[in-house]
Every structure is written in C-alpha cells, then in structure tokens.
C-alpha cells in the first residue's frame, strides 16, 4: 500500500516525538498563531477524489529549523457521509499522521503542531504531496464510507489567515449544537481511544455536557462516528446506573474504563478534579490546576504563552497532567467543556475558579454566571498569589467566603495520621526563589497534610 512512500508507514511509529534539534521543519506550533486542520463534507459531484494541491511554498522551500503557519483542508463526499462526521474524520489526521515515519502531529483544530524530522527528509520524504497520498489512502482504507477525498494543504501565510477565520466559525457552529442538551437526556455516552498511543490508560468520556478534552469530539460526533465505523476507536457507552449525579460517576462508565485502561483506572468521576478525575492524554485545550493557598481553581490554555499566577507554566501543568493518570488537582479539559452547566460541577463550579487568561475568559465569559465574571482576575490584573489573594477580597469573590467558614483550628492542627495519596513533583515544578531550575532536588509529601505560610529551604553548608 505505501512501497512508493520513501518513508515507513505504520502503527509502529505511532507516539513517536520529534525534539526541535532533529526537526527539519516545524509546520503551525505555538509560535505560530495562524494554523488549523478542517473536514468538510461535500457532495459527490463538488470534489475530484485523490486530488492533492499546496498552495504556497513546498517543503524543499521552507528554511531548515523554521516553523511556518499551515492549513490543512480536506474535503470528503459519500452517501453515507453527513456533517456529524466531521469533526471525527478530522480527528484522525492526528492518527493516520503519526503513522509516518519521523513525522509527528500534536492536537487537533486550531491548535496544530506538525514536525518532519531531518532524516525522514533526507530518506525522501520531501513534499507535502507525500503527506497527501498517505492521507489519502489511510482515510479510503480505514473509514471506507468516504468514497471521495480531496486534500489542501496551505503555508501561504494570507490563504492560511483567510481560512483560520473560516474555519474558528464553523469549529463555532458545530459547537453550539450540543449546548442545551443534557446528560439525563441520552442513554448512552461515547468512549474515544484515539490518544491511546500517547496515553494508554486514557480513555475520553464524551457525553451532551461534557466534550472530549481535545475540543474536537462531541456526543452527536460520537453518534455518527459509532454508526458508520462501529469498529473504530469511538464507541458507545451505555451509562448504567448513575452512582453519583453531581460528580458524575455511572456503572456502566467505569467498567468501560476499566476495560479499556486494563485494570490501571477503576473508577472516573466527570465533573470533578478530585477523588477520580477524568484522566486526560497530552491534546487538551486547556488544564484546571488547583490553588492550595487560595482554596481555588486556575484555568489555563494551551496559547498561553507566559506563567500562571501561581508560576508555572502550562507545559509545566500539562506534564502534571497528562499520561492517563488520575491526579488530584489537575483536570485536563477542553474550551467547549468550560461553557457547560456541570463545569467542575462537583467542586464549586465557576465560583471556585479564580484565575484565568483573559484570553479564555473573553471566550466562555458569556456562558459564566454573570455575578463571577469580573471576580476572576486575569493576567492583566495580578502577577502572584499575593495580589490574586487582594483581588479576591477587594472583588468579593464567593471563595472568601470559603475561607471564613474554615474553622480557624483545622489549620492549626497536623494529625499524625492521615490517608493521603503521595505527592511526588518533578524538579523545577516548584519554583523556588534561590534554587536554580534544572538542581535536581525533589519534594515527597507521604500521608501528611501541611499547613504553613512560608516555606523556606536552605543550603545544609556543614555548620
């Protein structure tokens, strides 16, 4: 099927990452603000099948080591194909994309990063052409209901800008089609393994209230994709009893997850960060990390570009996040999932978060109560926890009040004795003035809860 591809193409190279130093080109990325990958469904008569085309520059013409801004389009036709599917064939430019030899795909939609490495492009792997005809015959292989494909790539840097915008408002509309909808109405939700590659133990849970985490995948494209690929990694998930509504936890959820994680995860509450949290891959949008000191949520997303209030950064949160593991605190999630009514449902919803980038928040503000909108600061209003914790008291955020109802002994007490799962952070997750990132030191917390306002660590010089 590929003998004429000078590359290998194959599950085997799924997962494979390629570092900047072994890169021969970096195609979208986070340096570039312009990128998207989009599925259209047309009639039969609207697309030449097999036709491939780049608008601007090839890959011989792009600067070894650069990164450039990129549009994939392609356009798909069949009788069985209808707009449902969209989103789900899109998805799996991910999947078919990884499958090649030294070529690896990060994210979905607006958040794409494509990398070629240097020696797959020396092999020969040096046109966009290639990358086409592997999509191409993965897609008419492995989804045969899609009887004509027609693909576009585009670096062309004013056709890429031109289509982004195009394609923010239709990613919009598909959106706003499962909002209204509720979990109680359906029987079933979806399961999707697509990111199993990277994660897995991972296993997306999408439901009418709560989107898979990469944004891309919602209960209706579930549906259609379960309909016409019954086979494939998107599958039905009966609920079964619902063991608790306000976490969101069902019976038949956790058997699928437990299947499907082999034992590793048995139990995922959806709409919580605690306890069992929904796992999360590496494609997420966006993380809700939580505020020890402030008793609060953070949310950040994949754009953002500089620290947190807290100090780190999101590729920091993400690596805190993502593996398919249940960790207490992190929840990864996805923009569309920020808009929903059960929105960390079990943790206090919006009047526990307490910081966002103004990004975010100018995206999902009007789906927020609108008491909270402006109690939650933003990275134009504070730096640190110091004046997040100002901007609280002077705004009258609701968590103030969660700290007044604490009773002012518990913080004094430390039992002895408390069951608590191991915290066990990676240097340089915590920044500490003083220590340089990178010393390699590491902080274990074993059944301990802790309360202080300052943690000073200094060098033992032999007193």
Request: hydrophobic share 35%.
């Amino acid at each position: 099927m590929f003998e004429d591809i000078p590359v290998g193409v194959g599950i085997i190279y799924e997962g494979e990452r390629i570092r900047g130093r072994q890169m021969q080109v970096e195609l979208g990325g986070p340096r570039e603000r312009y990128k998207f990958e989009l599925v259209q469904a047309r009639k039969l008569d609207e697309i030449e099948d097999g036709k491939i085309e780049i608008i601007g520059p090839d890959l011989p013409e792009l600067k070894p080591g650069t990164n450039h801004p990129f549009g994939i389009l392609i356009e798909v036709a069949g009788k069985e194909i209808e707009k449902d599917l969209e989103g789900v064939i899109e998805r799996r430019i991910h999947e078919y994309t990884n499958f090649i030899e030294g070529f690896m795909h990060l994210n979905q939609r607006y958040d794409i990063q494509l990398r070629l490495s240097k020696k797959s492009y020396e092999k020969g792997f040096n046109s966009l052409r290639l990358l086409g005809e592997v999509l191409k015959r993965l897609f008419k292989s492995e989804m045969p209901f899609i009887e004509k494909i027609q693909i576009t790539f585009m670096t062309d840097p004013d056709k890429v800008k031109e289509w982004y915008e195009k394609a923010m408002e239709i990613y919009e509309a598909r959106d706003a089609r499962a909002r209204g909808m509720s979990d109680d109405d359906v029987d079933v939700f979806y399961g999707c393994s697509l990111c199993q590659s990277f994660a897995p133990t991972h296993l997306c849970v999408i439901t009418p209230q709560r989107y898979a985490n990469c944004g891309a995948i919602s209960w209706f494209d579930g549906r259609a994709t379960a309909k016409v690929d019954p086979k494939g990694p998107v599958f039905e998930i009966p609920k079964g009893e619902c063991i608790d509504p306000v976490k969101g936890e069902y019976e038949g959820v956790n058997k699928v997850i437990r299947d499907k994680s082999l034992g590793e995860i048995e139990r995922v509450q959806l709409y919580t960060a605690f306890g069992y949290p929904h796992t999360s891959c590496g494609c997420f949008e966006g993380c809700a990390f939580y505020i020890p000191e402030l008793d609060g949520f953070g949310v950040v997303h994949r754009n953002f570009k500089g620290e947190t209030v807290n100090g780190l950064t999101f590729v920091t949160i993400s690596d805190l996040t993502a593996g398919g593991r249940q960790v207490d605190g992190f929840h990864g999630l996805s923009i569309e999932y920020m808009r929903s009514p059960k929105f960390l449902q079990a943790d206090g919803g919006w009047n526990r978060v307490v910081w966002m980038p103004q990004e975010v928040k100018e995206r999902v503000k009007e789906f927020m109560p609108p008491e909270i909108v402006d109690k939650i600061a933003t990275e134009n209003d504070v730096s640190n926890l110091d004046e997040l914790r100002e901007f609280l008291k002077e705004k009258g955020h609701p968590i103030v009040e969660r700290w007044a109802e604490a009773p002012a002994e518990e913080a004094a007490e430390a039992p002895a004795e408390v069951t608590a799962p191991t915290l066990e952070l990676p240097a340089g997750a915590i920044p500490i003035q003083g220590i340089p990132a990178g010393m390699g030191f590491r902080i274990i917390l074993k059944n301990a809860k802790i309360t202080a306002e300052k943690l000073i660590i200094k060098a033992d010089r032999g007193k």
